[in-house]
């Protein structure tokens, strides 16, 4: 199932980018879009809403006042051209807080820890592949696959299809590699190129430009070696 996502904002150009960004995104879909909180409150008592990407600077209501009209809200992402308003906004208890202009790859983490939030309420824990409760469902051969995550080794991503090496078979599904990636908690899988993600557990070895997992070597990208190497030194220290 998508994440129906509703777009907040009066600036028709920052609307078209957060649009923009969600539809890259194959888990999430486009709900709607609002150009104040009038028109937004309107539309959440008629439609069914997961996430909002809430503008703070509205006219007559703004955003930080607009989540106080709110009873039951959804999960919540502001978005700002203003640093100042990020201690208020975090006492409302929002996923995250994105400063304009927003970057895909920013854009990205956000969701991802809206995706991490939204799996911990659903476990009573946070996702780790090493325990057996964990898991997400795949879809491949027509069917929903309930894939346990300690049974997931590495993704691969092959042109159009993508496929889950596990323990004891490969599936091979349509999805796309950054849909799977905004699913998966990030602490155990760990993007290390564009067209490979890591469960972080089955890590043998770990060189400057590649990572042993399983006995396969697997390349670590230009673009990701970075982030990789923070992600996986971190995971290393705990």
Known sequence: MKIRCLVIDDEPLARKLMI???????????????????????FLRTSKVD????????????????IGTLKNPPAIILTTAYRDFAPEAFDLDVVDYLLKPISFERFTKSVNKFFDKR?????????????????????????????????????ESLDDYVKVHLKEVTLVTRENISSLESILPSGSFVRIHRSFIINTQYISAISSDSIEIKGKELPIGRAF????MAALSVKRDK
């Open 119 to 155: 799996l911990e309420g659903k476990t009573g824990e946070v996702l780790d592949p090493e325990k057996s409760s964990a898991f997400i469902y795949l879809k491949a051969d027509r069917k929903n696959h309930k894939i346990h995550l300690q049974e997931i080794i590495y993704i």
């Open 225 to 228: 070696k970075k982030s990789a």
């Open 20 to 42: 923009s960004h969600i539809s890259k995104i194959q888990s999430l879909e486009l709900a709607g879009e609002c150009t104040n909180a009038i028109e937004a409150g309107n």
């Open 51 to 66: 996430l909002l990407f809430l503008d703070i600077q509205m006219p007559e209501i703004n955003g930080l006042q607009f």
